[in-house]
């Protein structure tokens, strides 16, 4: 079946530093991959639509300037948390919509500890 | 707008019992629904989903949920609980099969020997 892999599956960054957090279809084309954010015991919260080729559409409540969203190409949409902090802590979670296909796949997630 | 309620953050039962894992949805338009599983440090896993027609819906690992628009519900059921069922499971709704989803809190399901 469709894989969506992301990479890396753990990152511990120090505080003020950039990470980046990719999210690769790797056996299909998704012109639309969405990003999750899901804080400890509690339920994911979508940040933004990546579409590719265009810019991410973020949802309320979302910087867009510190979660910067790029979808280059049709298999890749990376996350960057810029001058990370502690409260971005979190688990990263990426989902893409395969192309002429109704249905959407989820990746492994990406643990985020800042420290 | 869109959004999902699950009633009991924990559920436990016992090996060979029942799992009813509650779900109930707000929705304005037709809703998409979908329950996913997810095992500790993984990601999500699809277990079944409704868009349209029957409204019982079979998944995969003997679960199955059904839609009832009159109560605005969508549980998760399994008749024989077993060992490896021990997740968090998350109840969400859409818009369409292909859209952004909102979910539920999540109901971490223990099962006991």
């Known amino acids: 079946g469709a894989v969506v892999s992301q990479h890396p599956s753990w990152v511990i960054c120090k505080s003020g530093t950039s990470v980046k957090i990719e999210c690769r279809s790797l056996?299909?084309?998704?012109?639309?991959m969405f990003w999750y954010r899901q804080f400890p015991k509690q339920s994911l919260m979508l940040m933004a639509t990546?579409?590719?080729?265009?810019?991410?559409?973020?949802e309320q409540g979302v910087e867009k300037d510190k979660f910067l969203i790029n979808h280059a190409s049709l298999t890749l949409s990376t996350l960057t948390v810029t001058s990370a902090h502690p409260e971005d802590s979190s688990f990263y979670i990426c989902?893409?919509?395969?192309?002429?296909?109704?249905?959407?796949?989820f990746g492994e997630g990406s643990w985020l500890t800042v420290v | 707008a869109q959004s999902v309620t699950q009633l009991g953050s924990h559920v436990s039962v016992s090996e060979g019992a029942l799992v009813l894992l509650r779900c109930n949805y707000s929705?304005?338009?037709?809703?998409?629904l979908f329950w996913y599983v997810q095992y500790p440090n993984q990601g999500l896993q699809l277990l079944l989903k409704?868009?349209?027609?029957?409204?019982l819906v079979k998944g995969i690992n003997g679960f199955e949920a059904e839609f009832k628009k009159s109560e605005t519900s969508f549980h998760l059921t399994k008749p024989s609980a077993h060992m490896s069922d021990a997740a968090e499971y998350f109840c969400a709704v859409s818009e369409s099969n292909t859209d952004k989803l909102i979910f539920g809190t999540g109901t971490r399901l223990q099962v006991f020997p």
């Open positions: 056996d299909f084309q998704a012109t639309t």
């Open positions: 989902s893409a919509r395969e192309v002429g296909r109704n249905t959407i796949y």
């Open positions: 409704y868009t349209t027609g029957a409204t």
């Open positions: 929705s304005s338009v037709p809703p998409y």
């Open positions: 990546s579409n590719e080729g265009s810019k991410a559409t973020y």
